[in-house]
C-alpha cells in the first residue's frame, strides 16, 4: 500500500520525497524527523529540506520544537488541493491544445480532391479517420472491409452518437452491418466507396489489387459527390 499511496501522490504532482514524508505525516498524524525516516524511507539530511517544501505547499505545520515535531493539516483539504491543482495544470493544456488546433487547422485536406496510392491497412486508417469526422449521415458502398475490426467499431460508435448509417454490401457482407447497428441493404455493386454528410466522398478507384489502392478523397465538389449520392439512393431503393 506504501508504494501504491506514493505513487497516486506523485501522479497528483509531488516529487517522490515529498510523497514519501507526506504519506508517512498521514499515517503517524504527528512525527519526529527519525519517525518520518523510519516510515518514509527518505535521508535525514533530506527530511528537512523536503519538510520546509511540504510546509511552504502549507500542507504541513510544525508544532513543537524540541525535538522538532510536525503534523499534515486537514487531510481532506491537503487532498483536495493537490487534486483541484492537478484539475488546473489539466485545464491549461487542454487549453493550450484548443489554441494548437485553431493553429493549425486548414480549410483544405492536403489530399484532397487528389488521387493517393497505399496499402490495405493505410487505406483504412485513413478511412477511420475521415469517418471520425461524421456528423449527419455515412452511406458506404462496401466490401470485405466492412468485416474490419476498428471499421465496425468506427461506425458503431457513429451510430451509438445518432448518426445515420446506411450500408449497400454484398450478401455475405450483410451480417456485419447487424453488428454495427446501421441500416443495411443487399444490392451487388462493384464500388467501395463512404460517403459522409453528404460533402465528401472517399473511395477507391481500382478493385484488380489486394494489396496496392488508388484511393481518391473528394469535396468541395458537388457534381461527383451529389452523382454518387444519386446512385447510392437507387442502389439502396434496388436493395433487399
Not at 15 to 41: C, P, R
Request: proline share 2%; aromatic share 8%; net charge positive.
Amino acid at each position: 500500500m506504501f508504494g501504491e499511496h506514493v505513487n497516486n501522490l506523485k501522479y497528483l504532482g509531488l516529487t517522490e520525497y515529498q510523497a514519501k514524508v507526506l504519506y508517512a505525516l498521514m499515517k503517524n498524524k504527528v512525527s519526529t524527523i527519525s519517525e518520518i525516516e523510519n516510515i518514509a524511507g527518505v535521508p535525514k539530511t533530506r527530511i528537512y529540506d523536503v519538510m520546509k517544501e511540504l510546509m511552504d505547499k502549507d500542507y504541513v505545520i510544525q508544532i513543537e520544537d524540541k525535538p522538532k515535531k510536525y503534523r499534515i493539516r486537514n487531510v481532506d483539504l491537503v487532498l483536495d488541493n493537490l487534486v483541484e491543482t492537478k484539475e488546473k495544470e489539466f485545464n491549461n493544456v487542454k487549453v493550450t491544445v484548443g489554441t494548437m488546433k485553431e493553429m493549425f487547422k486548414t480549410n483544405e485536406m492536403p489530399l484532397q480532391n487528389k488521387m493517393i496510392h497505399m496499402d490495405k491497412k493505410n487505406f483504412l486508417k485513413l478511412l477511420n479517420e475521415e469517418l471520425a469526422n461524421a456528423n449527419l449521415n455515412i452511406c458506404a458502398f462496401s466490401g470485405s472491409e466492412i468485416g474490419e475490426k476498428e471499421l465496425k467499431e468506427r461506425l458503431k460508435k457513429a451510430v451509438e452518437k445518432n448518426i445515420s448509417v446506411k450500408i449497400v454490401t454484398h450478401p455475405e457482407h450483410k451480417k456485419h452491418i447487424w453488428e454495427i447497428g446501421g441500416e443495411g441493404r443487399e444490392f451487388n455493386h462493384n464500388l467501395l466507396a463512404y460517403l459522409i454528410d453528404g460533402k465528401k466522398a472517399i473511395f477507391r478507384l481500382n478493385t484488380d489489387s489486394e494489396q496496392q489502392y488508388k484511393v481518391s478523397i473528394v469535396e468541395n465538389n458537388d457534381g461527383l459527390v451529389n452523382m454518387m449520392k444519386s446512385y447510392f439512393d437507387n442502389c439502396w431503393a434496388q436493395g433487399k
